[in-house]
């Protein structure tokens, strides 16, 4: 099994998971850290609408949670026409703890895939040396 397939693999396993009721929109998100530890999250809505998570805060929360510090590789799949672009939120979620060119794989349950990097997502990104830090 590629590192891919794992990923792509162990998404659509954690997305079944989601906590869903409202949109009816499940999400999951893999990612891959620098050890090469897996990290999974779903999305997980709450009756209190602005409450809910997605699934890549919370494959981020899980990395953290872990002992993971770097994202290498992140896959997010939902049952969608077109691969689902993470929102405005998680694409900064995902700049803290990756670097520009890190890959990140949109995907649907079809199969169709868009790869994109943390710097396309979020181009000209907020960042630590803005706050003149390393
Ligand atoms: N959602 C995610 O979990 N990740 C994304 O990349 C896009 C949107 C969730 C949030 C909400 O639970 C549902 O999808 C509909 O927006």
Redesign the pocket.
């Known amino acids: 099994m590629t590192d891919a397939t794992d990923l792509r693999d162990r998404a659509l396993v954690v997305r079944e998971r989601?906590h869903?009721p409202?949109?009816g929109?499940?999400?999951g998100?893999a990612i891959r850290d620098e050890d090469g530890a897996v990290h999974l999250g779903?999305?997980?809505?709450n009756v209190a609408y602005p409450e809910?998570?997605?699934?890549?805060?919370g494959a981020i929360a899980a990395m953290v949670a872990a002992g993971g510090r770097r994202i290498a590789a992140a896959y997010?799949v939902?049952d969608a026409p077109d691969p689902?672009?993470?929102?405005g939120g998680?694409r900064q979620k995902l700049a803290e703890f990756a670097d520009a060119d890190t890959p990140v794989v949109m995907a649907t349950t079809d199969g169709a895939e868009r790869r994109v990097t943390v710097a396309d997502l979020l181009p000209g990104a907020f960042a630590a040396d803005h706050m003149g830090r390393a």
């Not at 809910?52 to 805060?57: I, K, P, Q, R, W």
């Not at 689902?84 to 929102?87: A, E, H, L, S």
């Open positions: 989601a869903a409202y949109s929109f499940k999400v998100a779903c999305n997980v809505e809910g998570t997605c699934a890549e805060a997010v939902a689902v672009p993470p929102c998680c």
